[in-house]
């Protein structure tokens, strides 16, 4: 679809762009000085409108940490109906927005919205950063270790909210985990000199890991027993209870994996499940692991890098 498109020139100044598929372009502009820019935006996946906005305002600032930038500005985007929906739901999808913008110092200056009928939100965030102190998913090194600060199961606890499928507590659980912000653990990735990291998002767990593998030209082994997982989400995968994710992260990986037999059919469904405002996946040196896992709640090693294998990905 896009092989049509022309050539960008060269631009010395673009130190992160799109051609590795990472959580956001990165341009500098002195030597000291860039700035990281990102935007994100999608359907509602709770029912309460303002955490709905809070949730969106996060997954949106999640990027530009995830690169270990700090965010600044953003830029409001969001699709309403003018006619069919009480408008007061979209103050509260913003005003949710707004309320995260603020704890976190990052500035709301303008955006955009478009007439409708699907209800979408988000922002554009921009960051700055530190030339020197980037962290990519091109960044993983044999020998390191995989570090996942949140658990997963966003996605299919979502379509359970959706169809009621979920119980109260689980849904507060993985809203709770939305709600979570990466601020911390990108600190410690710059007190860490993390160079690979990318956040798990819509491609699911295997499928930015695979981006990772992919620009850094190694084998990622994922063990899946050491997985964080989200109550009631391997219950619910088992039911059959998955997102339309669940098919297009699957060819989005393609060949390029390597998963053992004895991995049930549930837990391959949340290794592909598409996660909202997710954890950060972290290539760090191994005799790095345990001190940065002290200092961030909630992170685990869920595998390691090796030199490439002939598979991106190898799940046992």
């Known amino acids: 679809m896009l092989s049509g498109l022309p050539t960008q020139p060269r631009n010395e100044n673009v130190l992160v762009g799109f051609d590795t598929a990472d959580d956001a372009g990165v341009y500098r502009l002195r030597d000291d000085l860039a700035i990281v ?121 979502s379509t359970g909210i959706k169809f009621e499928k979920t119980t109260p507590e689980i849904a507060a659980s993985s809203i709770a985990t939305m709600s979570t912000p990466g601020k911390h653990a990108a600190e410690a990735m710059r007190d860490f000199g993390v160079k690979g990291a990318t956040d798990v998002t819509g491609f699911a767990l295997l499928g930015h890991a695979w981006e990772m593998a992919c620009a850094s030209s190694v084998t990622i082994m994922i063990e899946p027993g050491k997985v964080p997982l989200l109550e009631g989400a391997l219950e619910l995968a088992a039911a059959g209870v998955v997102t339309g994710a669940d098919k297009t992260n699957r060819a989005y990986v393609g060949d390029d994996i390597e998963i053992d037999e004895v991995v049930s059919v549930e837990m391959r469904r949340l290794l592909y499940d598409p996660q909202t405002a997710g954890g950060l996946l972290i290539s760090l040196p191994a005799d790095k692991a345990d001190e940065y896992i002290a200092e961030v709640e909630g992170s685990r090693i869920i595998g390691e890098v090796t030199e490439f294998s002939g598979k991106l990905i190898e799940v046992k």
């Open 37 to 157: 820019q990102t935007v994100d935006f999608f359907t509602p996946i709770v029912d309460d409108p303002f955490v709905y906005g809070q949730i969106a305002a996060l997954n949106s600032i999640n990027d530009v940490w995830a690169m270990a930038g700090t965010p600044l500005t953003a830029l409001a985007i969001t699709c309403f109906p003018k006619t069919g929906v009480d408008p007061a739901i979209l103050g509260e999808i913003m005003r949710g927005g707004l309320e995260t913008l603020n704890k976190y110092g990052v500035m709301l200056i303008g955006g955009h919205s478009v007439d409708s009928q699907q209800i979408m939100f988000g922002y554009s965030v921009t960051g700055v950063i530190d030339p020197g102190k980037i962290a990519t998913n091109a960044g993983a090194r044999p020998g390191d270790v995989i570090i996942l600060t949140k658990p997963i199961g966003t996605g299919v606890i």
